[in-house]
């Protein structure tokens, strides 16, 4: 039925077998490898082998969403891992055989648009096709035999067609209509745009960043390269695009459940107040919330994260403040106990590293440890373990700030020392071990872990996705069919009229189309409809 | 007030779930019946939509097609149906009762979602009525609506909380909702794919429950899937992307591979697979039938078992 169709296209003609076989050249298995790739069978395979694909991705936590969770499983499972690693099985969707699966996929389907846009081209100007000679065997044929003028009544099925939206041509004694070629152009759109995300992904995507800043209240940063905690940027990323502009962290307010029993302490709301300073030096004030990113500069800033940062003061034996910082803790839970960790390295007689657990509503369990039982600041406490020896900060190796290897250090407080682990709470000095000075928290500050992304791709996928859903709704439910009246003089002088329809793909409504055109023609011409 | 709409939704709960009993055991009952031994009435039936019917299998004509047509006016059926929609109507209830005492759209939680969604199936189930007599679906449909209820009622129980920031976006409404409507789609597709896959049996080796001599041939019964499926491609299509633009707006990127990203992804894949099977040859028929019921098993997957085990951002499960 169509020739621009894959040979395996379920309307089209059987293979005939038994034919033997030109041998094939360099050129003809060339075409022969490109007519299995473009085939259907082809296509339909490699969209239920991407299906299958996909799947181990969603059972192993992968580089991408989940790095804690690789690193956690490699740990638990020491043995699997490196198999796993390296099948890329922890990059599912950057893998080799993923991204082979989507790329032959995409060339199939691009092997399948190219020819069926040139054939919808042609058939877009072509006019409707002859009448065949014999309507009965075609779908919904209807045919009256009528007392009518047969130019009349041909006149009224042309304007009959015409005005339901068919493409209609006149023939001596017949009218050929067609309908429905939206319907394949919204099938082309459907598919290009298909391809039209995967490009915008991969080229647009390229352009992009995507960068993370933990911000305490009070404190600002600025969008430069170096200010950024850890900085993603795409292939053709070039600093030069980065805008400078300021945001300050004026304060974070969190908004916890009081009311309703079941749900004591659950996040009601976070609204970080920020002021902005664009690029020309001008102030402004703004909010930032979950689902209510920051527009500036050309950058999204999300918040993404938030958490607590006791305000610590650490003093040498005579009393002079020699380390002062807001340190932000990482939450673990959902009640906020949070881990942080403070290096001290300069000031005292020896340097000192302190491993931290921070309670915003401590409470003591019957196990003798403390935990968290409201993420609110109610009666917050901090306790530290202790260590002294080398930190390791002096060689220029970058250290985590988040992490403190123990391994060559001494514990002076806490697990492993004579000394309990120190116990804090707001406005608390606490003597460190063996004379070294005092720790104080002066107080708790909030912070906000902050998102920033540049996407240029957004939108081109944004518009792409829309042009996916309008394709599939008008490739999918307008009908694509021709529908033919045809007139006959007979020997009584009397008029034969012969409706028949035929379906161009899916058209279950086709039938009662051509009924129904069959009985309005009839009221037109005033007949009664007498099959 | 909260507490009083948030106890009578429960009840609501509770009895919508006895009144499906009852109506999925008068859907057994008529499918009981249907395989009786053909009674005369049914028999008539069938002659005289012989010879008033065309041969065709088209919608308008599906009626005098199937003798399944003439089952219309057994007692089972009716008092079936009927049940149905007075426990589809108290279903419907317990969710309006939930939305109400928590102030928002009742489908923040898996109970929530379970509560809500089957309804949806319930709802889509008895429109479709109207369009087709799927009657027949009936002892699937409130079956497991009846399972899926109850467990939800049972084991995901859990009293109402507030939205958490993530949560709080009109795309809550919009797209959780359009993912329940498309599942209520592809849950009758899969049913009708069943039906049809028993049906090729007793046309090509005459096995199978004798019910099935009243059901739609299994050309028809794949063509109904085949639509049904198509509405539900739409919408599943379009969740697709209202996630994608919620997910950029609550966690900064469009699409991440998160786990129930991957599994909307993978069902997404398989329909449209099922979609192209229809138009390859060797893949009508059968095949396709298993795709759409592997497709349908993939959604459940994603409801259940992605939702209360796999680690990843879509954890509202609340469990």
Redesign the interface.
């Known amino acids: 039925m169509d020739s621009s169709r894959p040979s395996d296209h379920f309307d089209s003609a059987p293979p005939t077998e038994g034919i033997t076989q030109p041998k094939l050249g360099f050129i003809g298995y060339v075409r022969f490898f490109w007519r299995q790739l473009t085939s259907m069978k082809t296509a339909l395979f490699l969209l239920l082998l991407l299906a299958f694909a996909a799947i181990p991705g969603s059972l192993v936590p992968q580089r991408s969403s989940d790095p804690n969770g690789v690193v956690a499983f490699k740990a638990e499972n020491p043995d699997l891992f490196p198999l796993l690693d390296t099948l890329q099985v922890f990059n599912t969707y950057t893998s080799v055989w993923f991204s082979a699966i989507y790329l032959l996929l995409f060339i199939s389907l691009i092997g399948c648009i190219v020819p069926r846009t040139r054939h919808h081209w042609q058939a877009l100007r072509t006019r409707p096709p002859r009448t065949p000679a014999r309507l009965e065997r075609l779908a919904g044929f209807t045919s009256i035999t009528a007392t009518a003028d047969a130019t009349a009544a041909l006149d009224s099925a042309e304007a009959l067609l015409k005005r339901q939206g068919y493409r209609v041509e006149r023939f001596p004694m017949s009218v050929s209509a067609e309908r429905g070629y939206l319907r394949e152009t919204g099938n082309l759109i459907f598919h290009m745009a298909l391809v039209g995300v995967l490009l915008s992904v991969g080229i647009g995507g390229g352009f992009g960043y995507s960068g993370q800043r933990v911000v305490v209240e009070g404190q600002k940063f600025v969008n430069v390269l170096g200010d950024y905690d850890s900085f993603n940027p795409g292939p053709f990323f070039s600093s030069d695009v980065l805008s400078p502009y300021r945001v300050k962290l004026d304060s974070f307010e969190a908004t916890y459940e009081t009311q309703n029993v079941n749900a004591i302490g659950q996040a009601i709301d976070y609204s970080a107040n920020v002021t902005t300073t664009d690029a020309s030096g001008a102030d402004d004030t703004a909010t930032v919330k979950v689902n209510s990113p920051l527009s500036i500069g050309g950058t999204e800033i999300y918040l993404l994260g938030n958490g607590y940062a006791p305000q610590l003061v650490v003093r040498d034996p005579d009393g002079k403040v020699v380390w002062a910082d807001d340190v932000p803790f990482l939450p673990q839970d959902a009640f906020l106990t949070s881990v942080g960790i403070v290096k001290v390295p300069d000031g005292l007689a020896e340097q000192i590293g302190m491993a931290g657990l921070f309670y915003p509503t401590a409470t003591d369990l019957d196990s003798g440890a403390m935990s968290s039982s409201n993420p609110d600041l109610n009666d917050p406490k901090l306790t530290l373990r202790v260590y002294s020896g080398d930190l390791g900060l002096d060689e220029g190796i970058p250290r985590s700030v988040y992490a403190l290897e123990t391994d060559d250090l001494t514990p002076i407080a806490g697990d492993g020392a004579d000394t309990k682990a120190l116990e804090l709470g707001v406005g608390d000095v606490v003597d460190l071990p063996n004379g070294l000075g005092t720790i104080e928290m002066t107080g708790v500050k909030r912070f906000a872990s902050f998102d920033v992304h540049h996407d240029p791709s957004q939108l081109w996928v944004l518009l792409f996705a829309i042009l996916i859903l309008g394709g599939l709704l008008t490739g999918l439910f307008i009908p694509r069919r021709r529908v033919w009246v045809k007139v006959a003089e007979q020997d009584g002088g009397d008029l034969r009229l012969e409706y028949a329809g035929l379906a161009r793909g899916e058209d279950p409504g086709l039938e009662s189309a051509v009924t129904e055109i069959a009985a309005k023609h009839s009221q037109l011409l005033g007949l009664k409809l007498n099959p | 007030m909260t507490h009083i709409f948030e106890t009578y939704s429960v009840i609501a709960v509770y009895s919508a779930l006895v009144v499906y009993t009852v109506a999925f055991i008068a859907f057994t009952l008529d499918l009981a019946r249907r395989s009786a031994p053909a009674t005369a009435s049914v028999r008539t039936g069938t002659m005289a939509t012989a010879s008033g019917g065309r041969a ?1 299998a ?4 599906l009626a005098t097609d199937a003798p399944a047509g003439s089952s219309g006016s057994t007692r089972q059926l009716r008092l079936a149906m009927g049940f149905a929609v007075a426990g589809w109507v108290l279903h419907v209830t317990a969710a309006v009762l939930r939305g109400l005492a928590a102030g928002r759209v009742p489908w923040a939680n898996m109970f929530e979602f379970s509560l809500t969604a089957t309804a949806i199936i319930v709802g889509v189930f008895l429109a479709a009525q109207f369009w087709q007599d799927l009657r027949f679906l009936g002892v699937y449909i409130i079956g497991f609506t009846m399972l899926l209820l109850g467990i939800a009622s049972v084991n995901f129980y ?9 949560l ?2 009109a795309w809550l409404v919009i797209h959780v909702f359009v993912a329940s409507l498309g599942t209520g789609f592809f849950a009758i597709g899969a049913g009708l794919s069943i039906a049809q896959l028993l049906q090729f049996r007793r046309e090509t080796t005459g096995r199978g429950p004798g019910f099935l001599a009243t059901l739609p041939s299994a050309a028809t019964l794949e ?1 109904l899937a ?2 049904v499926i ?1 509405v539900g ?2 919408f599943w ?2 969740t697709l ?1 209202a996630g ?2 919620w997910a ?12 129930k990203e ?2 909307t ?2 069902i997404w ?2 329909f ?2 099922y ?10 028929g059968s095949r396709s039938a298993w ?1 759409a019921i592997v497709g349908f098993s993939a959604v459940m997957f994603n409801f259940t078992i ?1 939702n209360l085990f ?4 879509h954890t509202y499960s609340g469990l």
Do not use: M
């Open positions: 065709t088209l919608l308008e004509r859990v009293p109402i909380s507030p939205l958490p920031p993530a709080q976006s063509n085949y639509r198509l491609f739409v299509t379009f992307i994608a633009i950029e707006r609550a966690w900064g990127r469009y699409w991440g591979w998160d786990t991957v599994w992804f993978i894949t398989i449209a697979g979609i192209h099977a229809r138009a390859t040859r060797g893949w009508r795709l992605v796999f680690k990843g951002l």
